[in-house]
């Protein structure tokens, strides 16, 4: 199991910017290297819903239709940190966006069957 604590999340302006950072450890975590991750959110009164992914390796990512070209999905595997760098933001972009990590090395990035999951961090964009 591997502990996820996410953080960047704030009150930002639309057409504004924030960057996420989610830091990765546990007494049983092996390698972050070893793990896709996700970045999901999740509105009031809504369902959560995928936002963006990323392989093991940080070489494929995938971006749901709504942010894609607007936000980037990046990590630092020496870090052990994933990153969601989020432009020109709008405010149906307000949501708890939530940190997840799959065990496994994929070719492509996964939407589903995350294993971990952080907190959260809030993100409130107003207009």
């Known amino acids: 199991q591997v502990q996820l604590v996410e953080s960047g999340g704030g009150l930002v302006q639309a057409g504004g910017t924030l960057r996420l950072s989610c830091a990765a450890s546990?007494?049983?975590?092996?390698?972050?290297?070893?793990?896709?991750m996700g970045w999901f959110r999740q509105a009031p009164g809504k369902e959560r819903e995928f936002v963006a992914a990323i392989t093991s390796s940080g070489g494929s990512t995938d971006y749901s239709d709504s942010v894609k070209g607007r936000f980037t999905i990046s990590r630092e595997n020496a870090k052990s940190t994933v990153y969601l760098q989020m432009n020109s933001l709008k405010p149906e972009d307000t949501a708890v966006y939530y940190c997840a990590a799959k065990l496994g090395r994929r070719t492509v990035p996964a939407r589903i069957g995350y294993d971990s999951w952080g907190r959260g961090t809030q993100v409130t964009v107003s207009s």
């Open positions: 546990g007494r049983t975590f092996s390698s972050f290297s070893s793990y896709g």
